[in-house]
């Protein structure tokens, strides 16, 4: 449903869209060209069928999102868009904080970034120009930590992984723990995204506050992770264990 863009016309004829102009900056400045910002390689420009999720990098680990949907993907439409991107985000780039700026009156705005499970941070002084208006922003932040607890399907793959460890390594199994395979689904998510490094760290923090024992990658080409049990590998997007000895 998403794709990665590497120029700006779809972004800016969204964002020159009659219904969506208005509502961004003052019209007077004429149309708008986001060529440079796409061009920049430290941001993420991710598109759909209706609308664009634009990522501004701060430095690393941490960007500002602006999302916009045209008329016909408001609703469920935006709302399942912007989940995936957010997976992207935290799942494939080095992100491990969003955060976005709500002009005071923008309801649209607001609603999603309620419905997505940003969080309140603070509130700025007037310095966004809205609907000819010069407003406060509130600025909201969605954490890696925070993204994990809720996103969908994090539970259940790592529960799949943990059924397709145990069927190789008899007498390995440990009973049913959802919180340690949203975890161990989270960590994959990364790893299998290309981000092998942060998953690692990420699965590391819970196993160390969880008094589990802790994993290591121990090579990137092919990728290899050792833990308990033994090493998993991951190459060509597939998965193969060796059992310790």
Excluded at 61 to 83: I, N
Excluded at 148 to 155: D, E, F, H, M, S
Excluded at 192 to 207: C, D, I, T
């Amino acid at each position: 449903m998403i794709r990665r863009a590497t120029d700006a016309e779809f972004l800016n004829r969204v964002l020159n869209h009659p219904e969506i102009r208005p509502w961004i900056a003052d019209p007077s400045q004429g149309t708008l060209d986001m060529s440079a910002a796409v061009a920049n390689p430290a941001n993420v420009c991710l598109t759909g069928t209706h609308g664009v999720l634009f990522f501004f990098k701060y430095f690393d680990g941490y960007y500002e999102v602006h999302s916009q949907v045209l008329p016909e993907g408001r609703g469920e439409w935006a709302k399942e868009f912007a989940e995936q991107c957010v997976r992207f985000m935290f799942s494939a780039t080095d992100c491990v904080e969003i955060l976005t700026r709500v002009p005071q009156g923008h309801v649209a705005a607001a609603a999603l970034t309620r419905a997505m499970g940003f969080r309140p941070q603070f509130v700025t002084p007037p310095e966004c120009r809205f609907l000819g208006a010069m407003v406060r922003c509130s600025i909201h932040a969605l954490s890696l930590a925070d993204w994990v607890l809720r996103a969908p399907g994090l539970a259940e793959r790592g529960a799949e992984f943990h059924n397709w460890m145990n069927a190789r390594i008899p007498g390995k199994a440990h009973g049913r723990d959802d919180d340690h395979n949203r975890m161990v689904g989270a960590a994959l998510d990364m790893a299998m995204s290309g981000q092998v490094a942060k998953g690692v760290l990420w699965y590391n923090r819970y196993a160390f506050a969880a008094r589990h024992k802790p994993v290591a990658l121990i090579n990137l080409d092919p990728v290899q992770i050792r833990f308990d049990a033994g090493v998993l590998t991951i190459e060509n997007g597939e998965m193969r264990l060796e059992t310790a000895q």
